[in-house]
């Protein structure tokens, strides 16, 4: 049983504590004996008397700007695990001294199976099946196949090649950009050309300063006429406006489980605009999360137990 000292909700008087968001079944290495497990999920507030003595933060995976705030008012905090890929939503809380590590790896499955499904559902109609079952039409017709398209996508890293693996199978052509070429993979540089050449474009990138509204009116520009554009990233990357007149303009298509504003307001043109497909930001939501997060956080204390180096430590800026 990891939890010791006085409860899991009570105070842990002097104690450092690890405070992190579910319980880890099972027997973990040795914890250092100065340090109490604390649980908090987000809801409420976090356990009295646990937030000053917190010197590991495992965030839960919800409520993320809310948690992330919390940071600010733990003086002892060393590490700030993360449970999702993306760790934008965390920048503005930290500050020097702060080792941030992200669950790279965490969403693979669930959002490259996401970006398939996306792909899949929207060349091959099924929205618009099930809007024809709900009025009881049967519409037969030609639709583009995944088999023999070719697919860029763009960021090759932990959902990129996972996003890969399953494509593959479908029997198309997969092209590769990353910020820097290696091989069998484009650099950032090569992007104009390799969007002329494919017909569907999935995003994987993280948003960054240079990712902000990378997909701008002359990315979506140089796609394809027909192409479709699937984004599993974040939505700031997308110049929204802009995929928005593409839409109307009946030239391209999209798969948007992210979207910027997220969720759209009820009057914003993504709701109506045509050929857009989109699901509620559920990228990595789904029954393979805990697993996966569960072996990531033991796995992280028991590097921390051991004094090893933690996995996943990102590279940020102090502010
Ligand atoms: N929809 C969801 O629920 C969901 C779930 C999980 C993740 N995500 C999003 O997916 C992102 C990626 O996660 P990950 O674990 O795959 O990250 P990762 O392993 O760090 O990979 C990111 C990839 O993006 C590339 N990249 C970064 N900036 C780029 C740019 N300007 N142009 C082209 N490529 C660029 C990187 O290039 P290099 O390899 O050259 O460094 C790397 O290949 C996360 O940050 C998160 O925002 C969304």
């Known amino acids: 049983m990891l939890s010791r000292g006085p409860g899991r909700f009570g105070r842990v008087g002097d104690r450092r504590v690890v405070l992190q968001p ?45 948690t992330a705030e919390v940071i600010a008012a733990m003086p002892e ?25 992200n669950a790279r790896g965490v969403h693979d499955a669930s959002t490259a199976e996401l970006a398939v499904a996306l792909t899949l559902a929207s060349l091959r109609g099924i929205p618009e099946y099930v809007r024809a079952q709900d009025d009881r039409r049967w519409e037969h017709g030609l639709r583009p196949s995944l088999a023999d398209r070719t697919v ?29 070429a290696r091989d069998g993979v484009a650099g950032y540089e090569a992007l104009p050309s390799l969007l002329a050449r494919a017909d569907v474009v999935v995003l994987t990138v993280p948003l960054t300063e240079q990712t902000r509204g990378m997909v701008d009116a002359e990315f979506l520009s140089r796609m394809r006429d027909g192409a479709l554009l699937v984004n599993v990233a ?14 109307r303009a009946g030239r391209l298509s999209a798969a948007l489980d992210v979207t910027d504003p997220e ?57």
């Open 152 to 180: 860029l996508v763009v960021g090759y890293g932990s959902v990129g090649v996972a996003v890969e693996r399953r494509l593959v199978p479908f029997e198309c052509d997969v092209l590769r950009v990353a910020r820097r």
């Open 234 to 247: 974040r939505g700031p990357v997308v110049d929204t406006d802009a995929l928005v007149a593409e839409l």
């Open 263 to 319: 969720p759209p307001p009820p009057d914003h043109p993504l709701w109506s605009a045509p050929g857009v497909l989109m699901s509620p930001h559920v990228g990595g939501n789904t029954s393979a999360f805990l697993p996966r997060a569960t072996r990531l956080v033991r796995d992280q204390l028991e590097r921390y137990a051991s004094g090893e180096p933690l996995a996943n430590v990102v590279t940020w800026r102090p502010r």
């Open 77 to 101: 905090l060393r590490i700030v695990q993360t449970l999702t890929a993306g760790v934008e939503h965390v920048l503005p809380f930290l500050r020097d001294g702060l080792t941030l590590c």
């Open 22 to 66: 579910f319980e880890l079944t099972g027997a973990l290495g040795a914890l250092p004996d100065d340090l109490d497990v604390a649980i908090w999920d987000g809801t409420g507030s976090p356990p009295d008397g646990v937030v000053e003595r917190v010197d590991f933060y495992v965030m839960p995976y919800t409520f993320a700007t809310v």
